[in-house]
């Protein structure tokens, strides 16, 4: 058992290496009236290629299968884990991202019985044919559903565009065609590999008893073994893949995404997060004389946003919005981060923008879901929960003026929607 503390904002945690192989997680707070748990595994979209111990050699598998078990987690042979929550009054749902799966709930009462249908029901796996068969179809519905939504298009095809090999490209639900070839073994292969608790992580934070939740693991989390898990993502060539892609789907105003790609590496280094998302918001933000610029004179409009897109072996910066002329804001943008380069970024604008990105990362400690979220993509990640606020605490406008000078603004792409 270790306690995480950060003198910083007097704060702290516990993190328990349990024997069941599991990590977990506790942040018991006061003055909550409700609890929020997450039982993850590090298990996202990324995975499609992998081996253990017990393998010869790497394995690839279909796309979409990650989220296809999301799915089908929450039946086994007795119930549904939804109609359990019903029950209790606790609010549940599950995720699938491109690197991490979850399953979670929050609650105000019952929080024991809760903890225990989420131990369970995650644990219990149980398909058939005819379930798969069946969840096939809802799946490529929900495929086809995103494929015709503007913000998911202009989003996918930017991926596609920057990445060669990456399977960050593919959508996380995979294709029509990728589902088709998943059946109740591959779910079992997949399920038994990357569901090993030594791949999991349990993260509670709010009003709860840490004592009785450990209790509650030591009753139900089932001992396992390290398989020697590894999961491996393509080589990737520095270079983005295409310049620009362009759909045609209804939309008011074109939609575009302009991606810069950094290297894969960067997702691996604590720091690049919080220095990248000051870089953009001090460069191009909405404090920025870009942003002021460029919505005075019609370029933009308000949807306008930069932001960090990164995560196991991918990392991207992004600016995104609406615009009548989207690739006269791409070349604007680039022109703009060539200026600076030479300019220098406005030392005041890098102060507050430093200043509000960590008092939002101190605001985030008072959120039971964004607490119990930070704890788990922390273990993921192999850091503490805290580590972005001690990057954003100690940066300086010299770390961040390296950061631009060495910004490669050619190595992007541009995804546009338009009519």
């Excluded at 300086?396 to 929607?417: G, M, R, V």
Aim: proline residues 3%.
């Amino acid at each position: 058992m270790n306690i995480i503390k950060n003198t910083r904002v007097q704060e702290q945690y516990t993190r328990i290496k349990h024997s069941s192989g599991c990590t977990i997680c506790l942040c018991p707070m006061q003055g909550f009236s409700s609890a929020y748990a997450l039982f993850g595994t590090k298990y996202g979209s990324v995975d499609s290629t992998f081996k253990t111990n017990a393998d010869a050699d790497f394995v690839t598998v279909p796309a979409g299968i990650a989220h296809y078990l999301e799915h089908k987690l929450f039946e086994n042979e007795d119930c549904d884990a939804f109609k359990l929550y019903a029950e209790t009054g606790a609010s549940a749902n599950a995720y699938t991202s491109f690197d991490k799966t979850a399953y979670l709930f929050s609650c105000s009462q019952k929080f024991a019985e809760n903890l225990e249908i989420l131990l369970k029901f995650v644990q219990e796996p149980y398909f058939t044919d005819a379930t798969v068969q069946k969840e096939q179809g809802i799946i490529a519905q929900e495929i086809k559903m995103y494929d015709d939504s503007p913000d998911w298009r202009v989003f996918f095809n930017n991926l596609e565009t920057v990445y060669h090999n990456n399977p960050v490209r593919i959508n996380i639900a995979g294709t029509v065609e990728s589902i088709s070839e998943i059946d109740k073994d591959l779910l079992y292969r997949c399920y038994n590999t990357f569901y090993n608790l030594n791949n999991m992580v349990l993260s509670i934070a709010g009003n709860f008893d840490p004592e009785e939740a450990l209790a509650i693991c030591d009753r139900l989390l089932k001992p396992s073994t390290d398989m020697g898990l590894q999961s491996v993502i393509p080589d990737e060539p520095r270079e983005v893949k295409e310049k620009i892609v362009r759909e045609k789907l209804p939309c008011g105003i074109p939609l575009f995404q302009i991606a810069f790609k950094l290297p894969n590496e960067f997702a691996s280094a604590d720091e690049n997060f919080v220095h990248y998302n000051i870089l953009l918001e001090t460069a191009l933000g909405k404090t920025s004389r870009f942003y002021q610029s460029a919505y005075e004179s019609g370029l933009i409009n308000e949807t306008f946003s930069v932001s960090v897109f990164n995560g196991r072996g991918f990392f991207l910066c992004l600016a995104d919005g609406e615009a009548r002329e989207p690739e006269k804001v791409y070349t604007a943008i680039k022109e703009e981060l060539k200026r600076l380069k030479q300019a220098g970024l406005p030392e005041a604008d890098f102060t507050a923008v430093k200043k509000q990105t960590y008092g939002e990362l101190i605001g985030s400690l008072a959120k039971i879901e964004t607490v119990a979220n930070n704890m788990m993509n922390a273990e993921f990640d192999n850091t503490d929960m805290f580590a972005n606020i001690e990057t954003a605490a100690q940066v300086t406008y010299a770390d961040i003026t390296e950061k631009l000078k060495n910004f490669d603004e050619e190595n992007s792409c541009i995804s546009i929607i338009d009519n």
